[in-house]
T-cell receptor, first 112, second 115 residues
Framework: DTGVSQDPRHKITKRGQNVTFRCDPI?????LYWYRQTLGQGPEFLTY????????KSRLLSDRFSAERPKGSFSTLEIQRTEQGDSAMYLC??????????FGPGTRLTVL | GENVEQHPSTLSVQEGDSAVIKCTYS??????FPWYKQELGKGPQLIID?????GEKKDQRIAVTLNKTAKHFSLHITETQPEDSAVYFC??????????????FGQGTILTVHP
């Protein structure tokens, strides 16, 4: 297990289409986070899971966004009816205990 | 909510010089302050962190200082090398319970180290 992995690394879609991203955390980590990063900005918190429970969602996470972590392992982030403003890097991170989150390489989404 | 301000937005130094990046935060309940380095096309990588019960922490060429009264913290990199060139982010959170990974990030500093 070499770290947090994300798939795909890049996604280009047309406005109005649905997209789904996957995150595989470090195997022993029970916490999983999604962040969004736009160009020239720091990452912004979107949502957080402890095991399979989604414990917190940011106001940034509109009702077009949904995240799941069905078995407490991998997670998916779905965006429905994509808009150009959704174009960003979507970062997944995981942590265990009191450790700082480890980030994956991100999925870069471009909405045309 | 928490707000983190980071300065400068860009920093250019000569190899071997020191670099200092400063951040301020607004939430007095924040007690955990990590620093991340992000290279092009990669996710942020933790380089050092500090908790509110200490004022300074050092790891080889990297040090972080924290002033809780003034609500600011700083990253110091000594003897900079070209491979230190990257974007650096400070962050803050209320660590404890479920909050460890809920970080509020600064805007980032683009550090360029010239050989």
């Amino acid at each position: 297990d070499t770290g947090v992995s994300q798939d795909p690394r890049h996604k280009i879609t047309k406005r109005g289409q649905n997209v789904t991203f996957r995150c595989d955390p470090i195997s022993e980590h029970n916490r999983l986070y999604w962040y969004r990063q736009t160009l020239g900005q720091g990452p912004e918190f979107l949502t957080y899971f402890q095991n399979e429970a989604q414990l917190e969602k940011s106001r940034l996470l509109s009702d077009r966004f949904s995240a799941e972590r069905p078995k407490g392992s991998f997670s998916t982030l779905e965006i429905q009816r994509t808009e150009q403003g959704d174009s960003a890097m979507y970062l997944c991170a995981s942590s265990g205990g009191t450790a700082s989150p480890f980030f994956g390489p991100g999925t870069r989404l471009t909405v045309l | 909510g928490e707000n983190v301000e980071q300065h400068p937005s860009t920093l250019s130094v000569q190899e071997g010089d020191s670099a200092v990046i400063k951040c301020t935060y607004s939430d007095s309940a924040s007690n955990y302050f990590p620093w991340y380095k992000q290279e092009l096309g990669k996710g942020p990588q933790l380089i050092i962190d500090i908790r509110s019960n200490v004022g300074e922490k050092k790891d080889q060429r990297i040090a972080v200082t924290l002033n809780k009264t003034a609500k600011h913290f700083s990253l110091h990199i000594t003897e900079t090398q070209p491979e230190d060139s990257a974007v650096y982010f400070c962050a803050a959170s209320r660590a404890g319970g479920t909050s460890y990974g809920k970080l509020t990030f600064g805007q980032g500093t683009i550090l360029t180290v010239h050989p």
